[in-house]
T-cell receptor, first 117, second 109 residues
Framework: ETGVTQTPRHLVMGMTNKKSLKCEQH?????MYWYKQSAKKPLELMFV???????ENNSVPSRFSPECPNSSHLFLHLHTLQPEDSALYLC????????????????FGAGSRLTVL | GQNIDQPTEMTATEGAIVQINCTYQ??????LFWYQQHAGEAPTFLSY??LDGLEEKGRFSSFLSRSKGYSYLLLKELQMKDSASYLC??????????WGAGTKLIIKP
């Protein structure tokens, strides 16, 4: 158990579907992140939330919509996705969003494997 | 542009030593991280280097040379459970993490 739980672990959806990914952290952290991981590519930062406020959006298409209702929960709402959006979506948390360091490392969840048909 | 290079895949033998290299070109430097990721699992933090030199943690060590833009992760007494992907990431001057594509390490008996 990593302290960061993601559901569902696997999701298959059509391009017209609407679905949501959920992330929950039990570490008392104040910052939460969404990353996209594609095969043989570097992790891509999508969104950063600090104390429930979005502090960064790395030019992510509007078909991805994040929501952070409190410091323990993070959602990624998906609609009208494209096949190229198929990837592993990783949630992470850290003590603060001031920049990772030896004392402020990212703790990741196991990811949600998304397949868009 | 900013870039992190690490080998795509490496193979080593159980009980041996392996060194995974990471070279980087970033706008500024505020630390380098190594993460381990087993297939289907979460990446887990291994090490953080911000000063030149070697940091040792049991069977794993991480080295940094800022002047050369170079780091390596050294794994000793390899075990089958060390089969995983190893991710290198550098924090740039804007405190953004720049990630490498990862090195898949295969351990053979």
């Amino acid at each position: 158990e990593t302290g960061v739980t993601q559901t569902p672990r696997h999701l298959v959806m059509g391009m017209t579907n609407k679905k949501s990914l959920k992330c929950e952290q039990h570490l008392g952290h104040n910052a939460m992140y969404w990353y996209k991981q594609s095969a043989k590519k570097p992790l891509e930062l999508m969104f950063v939330y600090s104390l429930e406020e979005r502090v960064e959006n790395n030019s992510v298409p509007s078909r991805f919509s994040p929501e952070c209702p409190n410091s323990s929960h993070l959602f990624l709402h998906l609609h009208t996705l494209q096949p190229e959006d198929s990837a592993l979506y990783l949630c992470a948390s850290s003590q603060s969003a001031e920049g990772p360091s030896g004392a402020n490392v990212l703790t990741f969840g196991a990811g949600s494997r998304l397949t868009v048909l | 542009g900013q870039n992190i290079d690490q080998p795509t895949e490496m193979t080593a033998t159980e009980g041996a030593i392996v060194q995974i290299n990471c070279t980087y070109q970033t706008s500024g430097f505020n630390g380098l991280f190594w993460y381990q990721q087993h297939a289907g699992e979460a990446p887990t933090f291994l090490s953080y280097n911000v000063l030149d030199g070697l940091e040792e943690k049991g069977r794993f060590s991480s080295f940094l040379s800022r002047s050369k833009g170079y780091s390596y992760l050294l794994l000793k007494e390899l075990q089958m459970k060390d089969s995983a992907s190893y991710l290198c990431a550098v924090m740039d001057s804007n405190y953004q993490l720049i990630w490498g594509a990862g090195t898949k390490l295969i351990i053979k008996p």
